[in-house]
Protein backbone atom coordinates (compact mmCIF):
# COMPACT_ATOMS: atom_id res chain seq x y z
CA UNK A 1 0.00 0.00 0.00
CA UNK A 2 3.24 2.41 0.77
CA UNK A 3 5.06 1.71 -2.47
CA UNK A 4 1.26 2.35 -4.39
CA UNK A 5 0.45 5.53 -2.69
CA UNK A 6 4.54 6.59 -3.36
CA UNK A 7 3.70 5.53 -6.89
CA UNK A 8 0.24 7.88 -6.61
CA UNK A 9 2.33 11.00 -5.77
CA UNK A 10 4.98 10.88 -8.29
CA UNK A 11 2.51 10.46 -11.07
CA UNK A 12 0.25 13.64 -9.63
CA UNK A 13 3.89 15.59 -9.75
CA UNK A 14 3.60 15.21 -13.28
CA UNK A 15 0.06 15.88 -13.77
CA UNK A 16 -0.07 19.53 -12.26
CA UNK A 17 -1.66 20.99 -15.32
CA UNK A 18 -4.23 18.49 -15.05
CA UNK A 19 -5.15 19.02 -11.79
CA UNK A 20 -5.06 22.95 -12.18
CA UNK A 21 -7.83 22.38 -14.25
CA UNK A 22 -10.18 19.92 -11.80
CA UNK A 23 -9.42 22.12 -9.61
CA UNK A 24 -10.39 25.47 -11.52
CA UNK A 25 -13.13 23.65 -12.92
CA UNK A 26 -14.63 22.53 -9.84
CA UNK A 27 -14.28 25.66 -8.11
CA UNK A 28 -15.43 27.97 -10.89
CA UNK A 29 -19.31 25.90 -10.58
CA UNK A 30 -18.85 26.59 -6.48
CA UNK A 31 -18.14 30.49 -7.80
CA UNK A 32 -20.87 30.63 -10.30
CA UNK A 33 -23.51 29.90 -6.89
CA UNK A 34 -22.03 32.56 -5.02
CA UNK A 35 -21.62 35.24 -7.75
CA UNK A 36 -24.21 34.26 -10.16
CA UNK A 37 -24.88 37.89 -10.75
CA UNK A 38 -21.33 38.82 -11.40
CA UNK A 39 -20.36 36.18 -13.91
CA UNK A 40 -17.02 38.52 -14.46
CA UNK A 41 -15.75 37.46 -11.44
CA UNK A 42 -16.49 33.56 -12.44
CA UNK A 43 -14.55 34.79 -15.23
CA UNK A 44 -11.20 36.25 -13.84
CA UNK A 45 -11.38 33.39 -11.63
CA UNK A 46 -10.89 30.95 -14.56
CA UNK A 47 -8.76 32.79 -16.57
CA UNK A 48 -6.25 32.89 -13.64
CA UNK A 49 -6.84 28.67 -13.03
CA UNK A 50 -5.76 28.26 -17.17
CA UNK A 51 -2.71 30.62 -16.61
CA UNK A 52 -2.26 28.23 -13.95
CA UNK A 53 -2.43 25.05 -15.75
CA UNK A 54 -0.39 26.90 -18.73
CA UNK A 55 2.45 27.62 -16.40
CA UNK A 56 2.49 24.01 -14.94
CA UNK A 57 2.43 22.56 -18.57
CA UNK A 58 5.47 25.18 -19.62
CA UNK A 59 7.50 23.88 -16.83
CA UNK A 60 7.15 20.58 -17.88
CA UNK A 61 9.37 21.11 -21.12
CA UNK A 62 12.14 18.80 -21.52
CA UNK A 63 10.58 16.27 -19.28
CA UNK A 64 9.78 12.64 -20.82
CA UNK A 65 7.91 10.45 -18.68
CA UNK A 66 4.81 7.88 -18.59
CA UNK A 67 2.72 8.50 -15.49
CA UNK A 68 -0.18 6.37 -14.12
CA UNK A 69 0.58 2.59 -15.03
CA UNK A 70 1.14 4.00 -19.01
CA UNK A 71 -2.18 6.12 -19.50
CA UNK A 72 -0.42 9.50 -19.86
CA UNK A 73 2.67 10.62 -20.98
CA UNK A 74 4.51 13.89 -20.08
CA UNK A 75 6.71 14.72 -23.10
CA UNK A 76 7.81 17.71 -25.30
CA UNK A 77 5.07 16.56 -27.63
CA UNK A 78 2.10 16.86 -25.13
CA UNK A 79 3.47 20.22 -23.41
CA UNK A 80 3.41 21.62 -26.97
CA UNK A 81 -0.13 21.12 -27.70
CA UNK A 82 -1.37 21.53 -23.81
CA UNK A 83 0.26 25.07 -24.33
CA UNK A 84 -1.34 25.40 -27.24
CA UNK A 85 -5.00 24.46 -26.13
CA UNK A 86 -4.09 27.14 -22.67
CA UNK A 87 -3.31 30.01 -24.99
CA UNK A 88 -6.92 29.50 -27.26
CA UNK A 89 -8.57 28.95 -24.13
CA UNK A 90 -7.24 32.44 -22.82
CA UNK A 91 -7.60 33.80 -26.16
CA UNK A 92 -11.49 32.89 -25.63
CA UNK A 93 -11.84 33.76 -22.51
CA UNK A 94 -10.92 37.74 -24.25
CA UNK A 95 -12.75 36.99 -26.52
CA UNK A 96 -16.00 36.88 -24.48
CA UNK A 97 -15.41 40.16 -23.11
CA UNK A 98 -16.38 41.34 -26.05
CA UNK A 99 -18.79 39.52 -27.68
CA UNK A 100 -22.35 40.10 -27.29
CA UNK A 101 -23.18 36.80 -27.54
CA UNK A 102 -21.86 36.24 -24.39
CA UNK A 103 -22.35 39.27 -22.56
CA UNK A 104 -26.20 39.27 -23.12
CA UNK A 105 -26.36 35.54 -21.36
CA UNK A 106 -25.16 36.69 -18.01
CA UNK A 107 -27.37 33.88 -15.68
CA UNK A 108 -25.74 31.01 -17.98
CA UNK A 109 -22.28 32.61 -18.46
CA UNK A 110 -20.67 30.69 -15.11
CA UNK A 111 -21.41 27.29 -16.87
CA UNK A 112 -20.22 29.11 -19.95
CA UNK A 113 -16.80 29.72 -18.62
CA UNK A 114 -17.01 25.92 -16.57
CA UNK A 115 -17.59 24.54 -19.59
CA UNK A 116 -14.90 25.82 -21.27
CA UNK A 117 -12.40 24.70 -18.64
CA UNK A 118 -13.92 21.18 -18.85
CA UNK A 119 -12.60 21.45 -22.86
CA UNK A 120 -9.73 22.75 -22.28
CA UNK A 121 -9.20 19.63 -19.58
CA UNK A 122 -10.24 16.99 -22.25
CA UNK A 123 -7.82 18.57 -25.14
CA UNK A 124 -4.89 18.23 -21.93
CA UNK A 125 -5.89 14.56 -21.49
CA UNK A 126 -6.00 14.38 -25.57
CA UNK A 127 -2.41 15.56 -26.11
CA UNK A 128 -0.68 12.90 -23.36
CA UNK A 129 -3.11 9.60 -23.99
CA UNK A 130 -0.92 6.80 -24.59
CA UNK A 131 -3.85 4.22 -23.78
CA UNK A 132 -7.00 3.88 -26.17
CA UNK A 133 -9.35 4.01 -22.96
CA UNK A 134 -7.78 7.55 -22.19
CA UNK A 135 -7.88 8.55 -25.67
CA UNK A 136 -11.65 7.67 -25.69
CA UNK A 137 -12.45 8.91 -22.49
CA UNK A 138 -10.23 12.22 -23.22
CA UNK A 139 -12.21 12.70 -26.43
CA UNK A 140 -15.73 12.10 -24.84
CA UNK A 141 -14.74 14.36 -22.17
CA UNK A 142 -14.06 17.72 -24.55
CA UNK A 143 -16.99 16.22 -26.86
CA UNK A 144 -19.63 16.34 -24.25
CA UNK A 145 -18.61 20.39 -22.77
CA UNK A 146 -18.46 21.48 -26.60
CA UNK A 147 -22.58 20.07 -27.25
CA UNK A 148 -23.80 21.66 -24.53
CA UNK A 149 -21.42 25.30 -25.84
CA UNK A 150 -22.22 24.72 -29.34
CA UNK A 151 -25.66 25.15 -28.39
CA UNK A 152 -24.66 28.00 -26.05
CA UNK A 153 -27.16 31.25 -27.38
CA UNK A 154 -30.79 29.23 -27.52
CA UNK A 155 -32.47 32.62 -28.33
CA UNK A 156 -31.02 32.15 -32.22
CA UNK A 157 -33.10 29.87 -34.00
CA UNK A 158 -29.75 27.95 -35.68
CA UNK A 159 -28.13 27.39 -31.96
CA UNK A 160 -30.07 24.94 -31.08
CA UNK A 161 -30.09 22.84 -34.19
CA UNK A 162 -26.38 23.04 -34.07
CA UNK A 163 -25.83 21.49 -30.47
CA UNK A 164 -28.36 18.70 -32.14
CA UNK A 165 -26.20 17.74 -35.07
CA UNK A 166 -23.14 17.78 -33.39
CA UNK A 167 -24.49 15.42 -30.70
CA UNK A 168 -25.68 13.52 -33.66
CA UNK A 169 -22.34 13.01 -35.62
CA UNK A 170 -20.26 12.96 -32.34
CA UNK A 171 -22.13 10.10 -31.02
CA UNK A 172 -22.35 8.12 -34.59
CA UNK A 173 -18.48 8.99 -34.96
CA UNK A 174 -17.40 7.59 -31.48
CA UNK A 175 -19.33 4.68 -31.78
CA UNK A 176 -18.31 3.35 -34.85
CA UNK A 177 -14.10 4.75 -33.26
CA UNK A 178 -15.44 2.08 -30.25
CA UNK A 179 -16.26 -0.42 -32.95
CA UNK A 180 -12.27 -0.28 -34.35
CA UNK A 181 -11.22 0.18 -30.89
CA UNK A 182 -12.35 -3.07 -30.20
CA UNK A 183 -11.48 -5.23 -33.11
CA UNK A 184 -7.79 -3.98 -32.66
CA UNK A 185 -8.24 -5.13 -29.08
CA UNK A 186 -9.18 -8.54 -30.07
CA UNK A 187 -6.58 -8.82 -32.16
CA UNK A 188 -3.37 -7.62 -29.83
CA UNK A 189 -5.18 -7.85 -26.13
CA UNK A 190 -3.32 -4.52 -24.94
CA UNK A 191 -5.23 -1.33 -24.63
CA UNK A 192 -2.10 0.98 -24.15
CA UNK A 193 -0.22 2.12 -27.41
CA UNK A 194 2.93 0.05 -26.64
CA UNK A 195 1.68 -2.96 -25.87
CA UNK A 196 -0.49 -2.90 -29.15
CA UNK A 197 2.52 -1.83 -30.80
CA UNK A 198 4.48 -4.82 -29.25
CA UNK A 199 1.73 -6.95 -30.19
CA UNK A 200 1.64 -6.24 -34.04
CA UNK A 201 5.03 -6.41 -34.19
CA UNK A 202 5.67 -10.09 -32.27
CA UNK A 203 2.45 -12.12 -34.20
CA UNK A 204 1.43 -10.86 -37.58
CA UNK A 205 -2.97 -10.08 -37.52
CA UNK A 206 -5.58 -10.64 -40.05
CA UNK A 207 -4.91 -8.01 -42.51
CA UNK A 208 -8.41 -7.30 -43.58
CA UNK A 209 -9.39 -7.59 -39.93
CA UNK A 210 -6.63 -4.59 -39.25
CA UNK A 211 -7.54 -2.29 -41.72
CA UNK A 212 -11.16 -2.34 -40.81
CA UNK A 213 -10.16 -0.94 -37.37
CA UNK A 214 -7.66 1.21 -38.16
CA UNK A 215 -10.14 2.85 -40.81
CA UNK A 216 -13.29 2.65 -38.40
CA UNK A 217 -10.66 4.14 -35.50
CA UNK A 218 -9.96 7.44 -38.37
CA UNK A 219 -13.42 8.06 -38.58
CA UNK A 220 -13.01 9.17 -34.60
CA UNK A 221 -10.22 11.00 -35.65
CA UNK A 222 -11.56 12.68 -38.77
CA UNK A 223 -14.35 13.76 -37.29
CA UNK A 224 -12.31 15.84 -34.32
CA UNK A 225 -10.79 17.47 -36.94
CA UNK A 226 -12.81 17.98 -39.41
CA UNK A 227 -11.61 15.99 -42.46
CA UNK A 228 -13.70 14.78 -45.27
CA UNK A 229 -16.14 12.55 -45.45
CA UNK A 230 -16.48 13.35 -41.71
CA UNK A 231 -17.03 17.43 -41.52
CA UNK A 232 -20.55 17.27 -42.15
CA UNK A 233 -21.31 19.23 -38.62
CA UNK A 234 -19.04 21.62 -39.21
CA UNK A 235 -20.59 24.52 -40.98
CA UNK A 236 -23.93 24.22 -39.35
CA UNK A 237 -22.36 23.74 -35.83
CA UNK A 238 -19.72 26.85 -36.74
CA UNK A 239 -22.47 28.98 -37.69
CA UNK A 240 -25.08 28.27 -34.80
CA UNK A 241 -22.56 28.21 -32.30
CA UNK A 242 -21.03 31.48 -30.68
CA UNK A 243 -18.15 33.08 -32.69
CA UNK A 244 -16.21 32.12 -29.17
CA UNK A 245 -16.93 28.91 -29.47
CA UNK A 246 -16.55 28.59 -33.53
CA UNK A 247 -12.88 30.35 -32.95
CA UNK A 248 -11.97 27.63 -30.33
CA UNK A 249 -13.20 24.69 -32.08
CA UNK A 250 -11.72 25.41 -35.30
CA UNK A 251 -8.48 25.82 -33.45
CA UNK A 252 -7.90 23.83 -30.01
CA UNK A 253 -10.11 21.26 -30.84
CA UNK A 254 -8.67 20.56 -34.27
CA UNK A 255 -5.18 20.68 -32.46
CA UNK A 256 -6.13 18.47 -30.13
CA UNK A 257 -7.42 15.84 -32.26
CA UNK A 258 -4.22 15.76 -34.81
CA UNK A 259 -2.18 15.46 -31.37
CA UNK A 260 -4.44 12.15 -30.39
CA UNK A 261 -4.18 11.14 -34.15
CA UNK A 262 -0.19 11.59 -34.36
CA UNK A 263 0.67 9.68 -30.96
CA UNK A 264 -1.59 7.15 -32.19
CA UNK A 265 0.12 6.21 -35.74
CA UNK A 266 3.26 7.25 -34.41
CA UNK A 267 3.57 4.72 -31.39
CA UNK A 268 1.38 1.83 -32.50
CA UNK A 269 1.94 1.15 -36.36
CA UNK A 270 5.75 2.28 -36.72
CA UNK A 271 8.02 -1.20 -37.03
CA UNK A 272 10.96 -0.76 -34.39
CA UNK A 273 13.01 -3.73 -35.76
CA UNK A 274 14.20 -2.48 -38.70
CA UNK A 275 17.11 -0.08 -37.70
CA UNK A 276 18.63 1.09 -41.07
CA UNK A 277 16.25 3.51 -41.27
CA UNK A 278 17.47 7.28 -41.57
CA UNK A 279 17.49 9.35 -38.30
CA UNK A 280 13.85 10.66 -38.50
CA UNK A 281 12.22 8.61 -40.92
CA UNK A 282 10.02 5.92 -39.77
CA UNK A 283 8.75 2.51 -41.12
CA UNK A 284 4.99 1.08 -41.41
CA UNK A 285 4.88 -2.42 -39.38
CA UNK A 286 3.93 -5.42 -42.35
CA UNK A 287 4.02 -2.25 -45.05
CA UNK A 288 0.68 -1.47 -44.06
CA UNK A 289 0.41 1.89 -45.78
CA UNK A 290 -1.87 3.16 -43.31
CA UNK A 291 -0.61 6.88 -44.06
CA UNK A 292 -1.93 6.53 -47.75
CA UNK A 293 -5.32 6.23 -46.41
CA UNK A 294 -4.81 9.93 -44.59
CA UNK A 295 -3.22 11.22 -47.93
CA UNK A 296 -6.69 10.25 -49.54
CA UNK A 297 -8.07 11.74 -47.00
CA UNK A 298 -6.12 15.04 -47.37
CA UNK A 299 -6.94 15.21 -50.45
CA UNK A 300 -10.14 15.09 -50.44
CA UNK A 301 -10.63 17.25 -47.27
CA UNK A 302 -8.51 20.03 -49.14
CA UNK A 303 -10.09 20.12 -52.41
CA UNK A 304 -14.07 20.14 -50.86
CA UNK A 305 -13.45 22.78 -48.15
CA UNK A 306 -11.97 25.00 -50.85
CA UNK A 307 -14.50 24.83 -53.29
CA UNK A 308 -17.49 24.40 -51.27
CA UNK A 309 -16.40 27.63 -49.30
CA UNK A 310 -16.13 29.25 -52.72
CA UNK A 311 -20.28 29.82 -52.49
CA UNK A 312 -20.80 30.76 -49.02
CA UNK A 313 -21.55 34.37 -48.28
CA UNK A 314 -21.93 33.94 -44.69
CA UNK A 315 -18.18 34.58 -42.90
CA UNK A 316 -18.80 31.83 -40.41
CA UNK A 317 -19.35 29.33 -42.92
CA UNK A 318 -16.60 30.55 -45.09
CA UNK A 319 -14.20 30.00 -42.27
CA UNK A 320 -15.57 26.26 -41.91
CA UNK A 321 -15.11 25.16 -44.96
CA UNK A 322 -11.73 26.98 -44.94
CA UNK A 323 -10.84 25.16 -41.42
CA UNK A 324 -12.15 22.28 -43.07
CA UNK A 325 -9.25 22.74 -46.30
CA UNK A 326 -6.59 23.34 -43.56
CA UNK A 327 -7.27 20.21 -41.69
CA UNK A 328 -6.40 19.05 -44.99
CA UNK A 329 -3.01 20.84 -45.55
CA UNK A 330 -1.78 19.72 -42.36
CA UNK A 331 -2.60 15.67 -43.18
CA UNK A 332 0.24 16.01 -45.72
CA UNK A 333 2.20 16.61 -42.90
CA UNK A 334 1.27 13.20 -41.08
CA UNK A 335 1.61 11.38 -44.30
CA UNK A 336 4.96 11.76 -44.50
CA UNK A 337 5.94 9.17 -42.03
CA UNK A 338 9.17 11.58 -40.27
CA UNK A 339 9.79 13.93 -38.07
CA UNK A 340 10.05 16.81 -40.06
CA UNK A 341 6.65 16.19 -41.53
CA UNK A 342 5.08 15.82 -37.83
CA UNK A 343 7.20 18.81 -37.16
CA UNK A 344 5.82 20.87 -39.88
CA UNK A 345 2.46 20.44 -38.78
CA UNK A 346 3.25 21.47 -35.53
CA UNK A 347 4.76 25.01 -37.25
CA UNK A 348 1.39 25.33 -38.87
CA UNK A 349 -0.77 24.67 -36.04
CA UNK A 350 1.56 27.85 -34.42
CA UNK A 351 0.74 29.78 -37.41
CA UNK A 352 -3.07 28.86 -37.77
CA UNK A 353 -3.36 29.89 -33.94
CA UNK A 354 -3.13 33.73 -35.03
CA UNK A 355 -4.14 33.85 -38.32
CA UNK A 356 -7.65 32.10 -37.69
CA UNK A 357 -8.75 33.00 -34.29
CA UNK A 358 -7.79 37.11 -35.68
CA UNK A 359 -10.17 36.26 -38.54
CA UNK A 360 -12.40 34.71 -36.33
CA UNK A 361 -11.92 38.33 -34.13
CA UNK A 362 -12.99 40.37 -36.96
CA UNK A 363 -16.13 38.63 -38.09
CA UNK A 364 -17.08 38.97 -34.14
CA UNK A 365 -16.31 42.71 -33.70
CA UNK A 366 -18.23 43.06 -37.41
CA UNK A 367 -21.33 40.92 -36.05
CA UNK A 368 -21.50 43.29 -33.13
CA UNK A 369 -21.36 46.63 -34.82
CA UNK A 370 -23.49 45.45 -37.82
CA UNK A 371 -25.73 42.67 -36.38
CA UNK A 372 -24.76 40.93 -39.61
CA UNK A 373 -22.07 38.17 -40.23
CA UNK A 374 -23.03 37.78 -43.99
CA UNK A 375 -20.31 38.88 -46.78
CA UNK A 376 -22.60 41.82 -47.40
CA UNK A 377 -21.61 43.64 -43.75
CA UNK A 378 -18.20 43.97 -45.47
CA UNK A 379 -19.30 46.53 -48.04
CA UNK A 380 -16.42 49.40 -47.97
CA UNK A 381 -15.29 47.84 -44.09
CA UNK A 382 -11.72 49.25 -45.62
CA UNK A 383 -13.33 52.69 -45.49
CA UNK A 384 -16.08 52.50 -42.94
CA UNK A 385 -13.06 50.54 -39.90
CA UNK A 386 -9.70 51.13 -42.04
CA UNK A 387 -7.93 49.50 -38.98
CA UNK A 388 -10.52 45.80 -38.80
CA UNK A 389 -10.12 45.90 -42.59
CA UNK A 390 -6.38 45.53 -43.32
CA UNK A 391 -6.32 43.59 -40.17
CA UNK A 392 -9.17 41.25 -41.78
CA UNK A 393 -6.63 41.46 -45.26
CA UNK A 394 -3.37 40.51 -43.28
CA UNK A 395 -5.56 37.38 -41.63
CA UNK A 396 -6.58 36.04 -45.35
CA UNK A 397 -3.17 36.66 -47.28
CA UNK A 398 -1.53 34.51 -44.36
CA UNK A 399 -4.61 31.86 -44.53
CA UNK A 400 -4.23 31.86 -48.30
CA UNK A 401 -0.12 30.81 -47.32
CA UNK A 402 1.34 33.84 -49.27
CA UNK A 403 4.55 35.89 -48.05
CA UNK A 404 5.57 37.48 -45.67
CA UNK A 405 3.18 35.90 -43.37
CA UNK A 406 3.20 33.64 -40.96
CA UNK A 407 0.39 31.06 -43.08
CA UNK A 408 3.18 30.71 -45.93
CA UNK A 409 5.70 30.02 -43.13
CA UNK A 410 3.29 27.35 -42.74
CA UNK A 411 2.57 25.86 -45.93
CA UNK A 412 6.65 26.35 -46.64
CA UNK A 413 7.59 23.64 -44.28
CA UNK A 414 4.95 21.36 -45.23
CA UNK A 415 5.71 21.15 -48.99
CA UNK A 416 9.29 20.99 -48.12
CA UNK A 417 8.54 18.03 -45.73
CA UNK A 418 6.51 16.79 -48.86
CA UNK A 419 8.80 17.08 -51.61
CA UNK A 420 11.71 15.34 -49.24
CA UNK A 421 9.61 12.42 -48.90
CA UNK A 422 8.96 12.67 -52.74
CA UNK A 423 5.23 13.06 -52.34
CA UNK A 424 5.48 14.90 -55.60
CA UNK A 425 1.78 14.05 -56.05
CA UNK A 426 0.32 15.65 -53.04
CA UNK A 427 2.40 18.51 -53.37
CA UNK A 428 0.90 19.53 -56.53
CA UNK A 429 -2.98 18.91 -55.02
CA UNK A 430 -2.05 21.04 -51.83
CA UNK A 431 -0.86 23.95 -54.04
CA UNK A 432 -3.66 23.91 -56.76
CA UNK A 433 -5.71 23.87 -53.42
CA UNK A 434 -4.20 27.05 -52.05
CA UNK A 435 -4.52 28.49 -55.56
CA UNK A 436 -8.34 28.00 -55.21
CA UNK A 437 -8.50 29.33 -51.89
CA UNK A 438 -7.70 32.56 -53.24
CA UNK A 439 -10.39 33.47 -55.05
CA UNK A 440 -12.50 33.17 -52.01
CA UNK A 441 -10.45 35.14 -49.30
CA UNK A 442 -9.93 37.66 -52.49
CA UNK A 443 -13.90 38.02 -52.77
CA UNK A 444 -13.95 39.39 -48.75
CA UNK A 445 -10.83 41.59 -49.84
CA UNK A 446 -13.06 42.91 -53.02
CA UNK A 447 -16.27 43.73 -51.03
CA UNK A 448 -13.92 45.38 -47.85
CA UNK A 449 -11.94 47.90 -50.17
CA UNK A 450 -13.35 47.56 -53.84
CA UNK A 451 -17.47 48.23 -52.80
CA UNK A 452 -19.01 51.00 -52.03
CA UNK A 453 -20.96 50.88 -48.91
CA UNK A 454 -24.31 50.43 -49.97
CA UNK A 455 -26.63 50.08 -47.24
CA UNK A 456 -23.88 50.37 -44.55
CA UNK A 457 -23.70 53.77 -42.53
CA UNK A 458 -21.32 55.71 -40.72
CA UNK A 459 -17.64 54.42 -39.50
CA UNK A 460 -16.67 51.42 -37.28
CA UNK A 461 -15.02 52.27 -34.13
CA UNK A 462 -13.21 50.11 -31.84
CA UNK A 463 -12.47 50.57 -28.14
CA UNK A 464 -9.01 50.63 -27.30
CA UNK A 465 -9.05 47.00 -25.26
CA UNK A 466 -10.27 45.95 -28.89
CA UNK A 467 -7.89 47.39 -30.96
CA UNK A 468 -4.71 46.01 -28.63
CA UNK A 469 -6.40 42.46 -28.73
CA UNK A 470 -6.68 42.75 -32.53
CA UNK A 471 -2.90 44.23 -33.25
CA UNK A 472 -2.31 41.15 -30.57
CA UNK A 473 -3.20 39.20 -33.64
CA UNK A 474 -1.86 40.77 -36.37
CA UNK A 475 1.56 41.83 -35.20
CA UNK A 476 2.56 37.59 -35.03
CA UNK A 477 1.02 36.98 -37.98
CA UNK A 478 3.22 39.62 -39.77
CA UNK A 479 6.27 39.03 -37.47
CA UNK A 480 6.36 34.55 -37.85
CA UNK A 481 6.45 35.37 -41.71
CA UNK A 482 9.82 36.90 -41.05
CA UNK A 483 11.37 35.63 -37.72
CA UNK A 484 10.20 32.34 -37.60
CA UNK A 485 13.24 30.70 -36.15
CA UNK A 486 12.45 30.21 -32.94
CA UNK A 487 9.56 28.56 -33.18
CA UNK A 488 10.54 25.92 -35.90
CA UNK A 489 13.30 24.74 -33.11
CA UNK A 490 10.43 24.64 -30.30
CA UNK A 491 8.46 22.06 -33.00
CA UNK A 492 11.50 20.04 -34.02
CA UNK A 493 12.37 19.70 -30.31
CA UNK A 494 8.34 18.72 -29.51
CA UNK A 495 8.74 15.56 -31.70
CA UNK A 496 11.83 14.48 -30.93
CA UNK A 497 11.27 13.03 -27.65
CA UNK A 498 8.09 11.47 -27.70
CA UNK A 499 6.83 7.88 -28.94
CA UNK A 500 8.50 4.53 -28.86
CA UNK A 501 12.04 5.16 -30.97
Known amino acids: MNIFIQQIQQNLAYFLPETALVVTLCLSILAGLIFGKTPKVVAWFVFIGVGAALFFAVKQAGVSQEIFSGMIAVDPFAVFFKSLAAVCTLTIFLFSIFSSEVQTTVKRMAEYYSLLVAMTLGMFLMAGATNVLMMVLAMELTSLSSYIVAGYTKEAADSSEASLKYIIYGAVSSGIMLYGISILFGLTGAMDYAGINHSLTLNAPNYFALLTATIFIVVGFGY ?119 AAVLIYLMMYLFMNLGAFFVVMLVANKTGSEDISAYRGLGYRAPLIG ?61 RNPEGQTGSITLQRSEAILLLAFVIPTLLFGLYFGPLVELANASVQMFGIR
Not at 283 to 308: C, D, H, P, Q, R
Not at 318 to 337: C, K, T
Not at 425 to 439: E, R, T
Open 390 to 450: VAMAIFLVSLTGLPPTAGFIGKLYLFAALLDAKWIWLAVVGALNSVISLYYYARVLRYMFL
Open 224 to 342: KISAVPFHFWTPDVYEGAPITITAFLSVASKAAGFAMMIRFFKVIFIDTTILAVPAGMWTSLYGFEWNKLLAILSVLTMTLGNLVAVWQDNLKRLLAYSSIAHAGYMLMGVVVLSNQGI
